[in-house]
């Protein structure tokens, strides 16, 4: 199994450094540790990083020991910034298709009734999955 380093971060975030095979043909993963690393830096092998789900909140992610979670609270957090900016994008959308006088899209009441869902979605989630299951908004 691959190893990789992780450690938690200026940010509060989990840090993962690969070496590179080329580097690895020479030397050992404990001297990337030892040389490139900050002191508090571990080895875990690489299936120890979340998987899944929990793979699209990297920013989410702490080390816990040498256990890396992911923090819902985070992961919420990372969600509703990505569906904001699909809303901001749909919404521009849905202008251009006003002004252009295509009438195809969902009226403001129902498209605000499932932007106002999805973000209660987002809030009440208690899993990445349930994260992962509210699609970004659409009705351009």
Not at 53 to 78: C, P, R
Not at 111 to 132: G, P, S
Request: charged share 20%; net charge negative; proline share 4%.
């Amino acid at each position: 199994m691959s190893q990789v380093i992780v450690h938690t971060n200026e940010n509060g975030g989990v840090s993962v450094t690969y070496p590179t095979p080329e580097f690895l043909e020479k030397n050992t993963i404990e001297d990337v540790l030892a040389k490139d690393c900050p002191n508090h830096a571990i080895i875990i092998d690489e299936s120890a990083l979340p998987q899944g789900d929990d793979d699209q909140f990297f920013d989410a992610w702490e080390l816990n020991g040498t256990t890396i979670t992911v923090n819902i609270t985070k992961a919420k957090a990372v969600k509703l910034s990505q569906y904001n900016a699909a809303v901001i994008f749909v919404a521009q959308k849905r202008q251009l298709n006003t002004l252009s006088g295509i009438e195809n899209t969902p009226d403001d009441a129902t498209w605000q009734a499932k932007l106002t869902a999805d973000r209660a979605a987002i809030a009440a989630a208690t899993t990445t999955a349930q994260l992962v299951a509210v699609a970004n908004p659409t009705g351009a």
